[in-house]
């Protein structure tokens, strides 16, 4: 038996767990997928220890998916990284290689672009769309998002020098696609957008919405990360604005999708279990 599972602290509200089962059920793939917390300060050890663990019960630890707060923890110890992780320097998936190596991948920006174009049906090129946040998620997704063909491209985070660091560093990416790349503080975003993506954690703390409404054009869409009861005070204010409200449960599907890919080597049926946790989430 193959052996996966999603690392992070907290990490019991995870749906990883389910969603790879569901896919591996529907592709006829043995594996089991469980999940670990890791203290913080010990991500290296809990990847260590579910590999030993797996090893002594005669299993193969294939890989595992990261979450909050270890993204970065990852990416440093990983031995490859993707061209895609490289530029994010954030990990959220692990793959063991059959020489004991780790290589390391970053699908959240795939997975974002995947759900916004084909499951919401909004192309992202020639739009203009505000990132808010500088953290692990956000770093994942800025690549991808440029490889889009966005017209305008701006990164909003309460920590200002965070957004400013993470345009420097794609820099040559947005010119390379003629996107106009920019950094701001929260409270001074100028203009409107297409799409306003929140990959801040104030939805999951439980905080107002970090950018005035101003940022929003009629009819914009507008996609929180989280899922669930957390995203609802996100979604309420893209409604009460005349934007398009999105949760996260269509990335988080996409980009387990992309993992479990990367693992596996067959792509399973994403649309199929997204509508299947969709029901479940909102029975919740
Ligand atoms: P992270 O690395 O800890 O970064 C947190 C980010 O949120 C930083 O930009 C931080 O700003 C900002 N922030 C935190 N509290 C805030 C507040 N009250 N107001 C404004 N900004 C605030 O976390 P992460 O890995 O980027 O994850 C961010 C969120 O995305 C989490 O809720 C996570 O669950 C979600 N996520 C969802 C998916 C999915 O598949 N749906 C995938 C990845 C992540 P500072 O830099 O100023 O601290």
Redesign the pocket.
């Known amino acids: 038996m193959d052996r996966y599972c999603v690392i992070g602290n907290p990490v019991e509200h995870s749906r990883s767990p389910w969603i790879h089962a569901r896919f591996a059920a529907l592709t006829g793939q043995a594996l089991e997928y469980g999940r670990r917390l890791a203290p913080l300060g010990g991500f290296a050890a809990t990847v260590d220890s579910f590999r030993a663990e797996a090893a002594a019960a005669g299993d193969r630890a294939g890989g595992c998916n990261v ?3 270890f ?1 970065f923890d990852a990416a440093a110890m990983a031995q490859s990284l993707s061209g895609r992780a490289r530029l994010a320097q954030a990990v ?1 998936t692990l793959r063991f290689e059959p020489d004991g190596r780790i290589h390391g991948d970053n699908t ?1 920006g795939v ?1 974002l672009v995947n759900d916004i174009e084909r499951n919401a049906g909004v192309p992202l090129a020639g739009r203009d769309l505000l990132l808010i ?6 770093a ?1 997704v800025l690549g991808p998002l440029l490889d889009t063909g966005l017209r305008r491209l701006v990164v909003a ?3 200002v020098d ?1 957004a400013v660091a993470l345009v420097r560093r794609h820099s040559a990416q947005a010119l390379g696609h003629s996107t106009a790349l920019e950094a701001w503080a ?1 409270d001074a975003v100028p203009g409107s957008f297409d799409v306003v993506v929140n ?7 439980g ?1 107002a919405v ?1 950018v005035p409404a101003s940022v929003l054009r009629p009819g914009a869409l507008a996609v929180d ?3 669930g009861r957390a995203a609802a005070g996100f979604m309420d204010w893209a409604s009460a604005h005349g934007a398009v409200p999105r949760d ?2 269509g ?2 599907v996409e ?1 387990a999708a992309e993992a479990f890919a990367l693992w596996r080597g067959v792509r399973p049926p994403s649309a199929q279990v997204l509508a299947e946790l969709r029901t479940l989430v909102d029975a919740a």
């Open positions: 979450t909050v707060p993204k959220n959240d997975g946040g500088a953290g692990g998620a956000a994942g985070n309460r920590t965070k929260l990959a801040t954690a104030s939805s999951l703390a905080d970090p990360m989280m899922y996260g449960l990335m988080l980009q």
